[in-house]
């Protein structure tokens, strides 16, 4: 039987929990306060600890800790009211497994406990701290909404393989962050991660950025190049925007992947290569497979495993998560010390449909943080920022994707006085890809 020691001070709730958790399976003993949870905690052993935010003599971030310094890996779940979310939200990259927002309903308890007890007996507790200590440019952000539960077990089950993937999901939804978790999580973790912008690189030279070339193989090869799959050998390469390759780039693509062998331009000498392919598209591949677009050899060699990407609409119970996160970051990039949001700023985040999805939200909190001076982010400093798109939100309607990132790069454009430099860095992408996007769109 699993042991749960249940820290709450109201003590009629706390026996309310206990009889449920006792008539599910669970042996559970009751403490009132963090003092004696922690006394109680060095004489017994427990399978986990759930422990309300706020107790008469502390906070169960004061009990994390203690807990975390005497080297204890026991899952730690927080009980929180919804005024409190930002607190449990910093509780989680203290360590804590989880948090439940007060009121809850029964599922949602058990599912919780499930999963940390689950996690605790897999020796992986570390690995389900919600929020990555890397940066996002760098690492890898958990939700807890159960989209993002579903998008972290299929990572973990698929990492350690040698499967390839393809990465399915709007723009800004995290898709390059996804496959860099997924090659963290396999052997090769500690070999190269190469990504390449497939719809930057324009049809006449994919041959050499793939496959490198010889010095003289063409007018301006002064040099040798090694080319991306060479870079990545032994490693992982990731091939984002994969629907964008020509027909005939398609065709050298596949033929790299069945043999494992390149050659490059100018070069009669084949290499052999080890690389694991992680592909993503925004594009419905199957569509173009049947309107003879994509090679069908070609998805079906990158498609071995698929993983859908939920738009950020999808997850909303990630949202604080996620602002919290690029707040912390935004703050370290602008050498600002704003400490948070206010309650009006959380609920317009909540309320708003994120057509960028995560990319949007990161942009957002970055430019508020340089726009705020005090120690919080006003919801009246994001209206420039929401305003235009308000009506996505009023009248629910439901644009193509196309559309959505047609909007958000004429919105940069403006923001950006027209500077396409500016623009792309406020979009997170090349400016190399920006100006592919512009001629795609027509935008002046």
Not at 20 to 25: S, T
Not at 150 to 157: H, I, K, S
């Amino acid at each position: 039987m699993k042991s749960i020691l249940l820290v709450e001070d109201d003590i009629s709730f706390s026996q309310l929990l206990q009889r449920f958790l006792e008539r599910n399976g669970y042996k559970v003993t009751t403490i009132l306060s963090v003092k004696e949870a922690l006394r109680t905690i060095e004489v017994e052993s427990f399978h986990m600890v759930f422990s309300d935010l706020r107790l008469p003599d502390g906070d169960g971030i004061d009990l994390l800790k203690s807990i975390r310094s005497n080297g204890l890996e026991i899952p730690v779940i927080l009980m929180t009211g919804y005024a409190e979310v930002s607190t449990a939200v910093e509780a989680m990259k203290q360590g804590a497994f989880d948090y439940i927002s007060k009121p809850f309903n029964q599922e949602e308890v058990l599912d919780v406990i499930a999963n940390a007890l689950k996690s605790s007996s897999k020796s992986s507790s570390k690995t389900e701290v919600n929020i990555s200590k890397k940066g996002f440019n760098q690492g890898y952000v958990k939700g807890v909404s159960k989209s993002s539960q579903t998008l972290n077990e299929y990572v973990q089950l698929v990492g350690p393989t040698n499967m390839s993937v393809l990465i399915i999901g709007e723009s800004g939804t995290g898709k390059e962050m996804v496959a860099k978790a997924i090659h963290e999580q396999s052997s090769r973790n500690n070999k190269p991660f190469v990504a390449v912008d497939c719809g930057a690189i324009p049809k006449e030279i994919a041959s050499s950025e793939f496959f490198g070339h010889v010095k003289g193989a063409f007018t301006g090869a002064i040099d040798d190049k090694k080319g991306h799959f060479l870079s990545a050998n032994e490693g992982t390469l990731f091939l984002d925007e994969v629907g964008n390759l020509s027909y005939e780039n398609q065709i050298q693509l596949l033929r790299a992947l069945q043999e494992r062998k390149i050659k490059p331009v100018g070069s009669s000498k084949e290499i052999s290569v080890d690389i694991r392919i992680i592909a993503a598209t925004n594009e419905n591949l199957e569509k173009a497979v049947d309107n003879g677009d994509f090679r069908n050899d070609l998805y079906h060699r990158l498609n071995e495993f698929s993983i859908k990407m939920p738009q950020l609409s999808e997850r909303r119970e990630d949202i604080p998560i996620f602002a919290e996160y690029f707040l912390e970051l935004a703050n370290k990039q602008l050498d600002k010390q704003v400490l948070g949001f206010t309650p009006e700023t959380m609920a317009v985040f909540q309320k708003y449909n994120w057509p960028g999805n995560l990319r949007e939200l990161s942009n957002v909190i970055k430019r508020a943080t340089l726009l705020t001076q005090g120690g919080y982010i006003q919801s009246a400093i994001l209206q420039t920022m929401l305003s235009v798109k308000e009506n996505v939100v009023d009248s629910e309607i439901n644009f193509s994707t196309k559309h959505h990132e047609k909007e958000l790069i004429r919105k940069a454009l403006i923001e950006a006085e027209n500077n396409k430099t500016l623009a792309a860095k406020l979009l997170n992408i090349t400016r190399k890809t920006l100006y592919n996007k512009l001629k795609e769109y027509n935008i002046e």
